[in-house]
């Protein structure tokens, strides 16, 4: 739902049929967040600093919607590694 995330910085993740995709709830997201989002849908590969600058819970939301969408196949970003460090410190 591109609209609710552009206009409103909330990520309600869908299937076409307008059924929500289990595991995902509609959750209030940063604009760096809504950013990263944007520049995939513009077909821009996410830049690595942008994705560092989001907090944990986002980097984990992040890498959730790659891997459900299989958009992880395509772009060489995830932020697996940085929330692991994150978690053992």
């Known amino acids: 739902m591109l609209d609710k995330l552009y206009h409103e910085n909330i990520l309600s993740v869908k299937y076409n049929s307008n ?3 289990p595991g995902f ?17 513009d077909n821009k590969e996410p830049k690595q600093k942008d ?3 989001l907090n944990r819970d ?11 969408s ?6 060489n970003v995830d932020t697996i590694d940085d929330t692991s460090k994150e978690l053992k410190n």
Do not use: C, G, P
Not at 27 to 35: G, I, N
């Open 25 to 41: 709830t509609n959750t209030k997201v940063s604009d760096q967040f809504v950013k990263i989002i944007m520049d995939i849908y």
């Open 70 to 75: 299989k958009l992880h196949k395509k772009y």
């Open 58 to 68: 986002e980097k984990a939301l992040f890498d959730k919607l790659m891997f459900q």
């Open 51 to 53: 994705l560092h600058n």
């Open 19 to 21: 059924v929500n995709i």
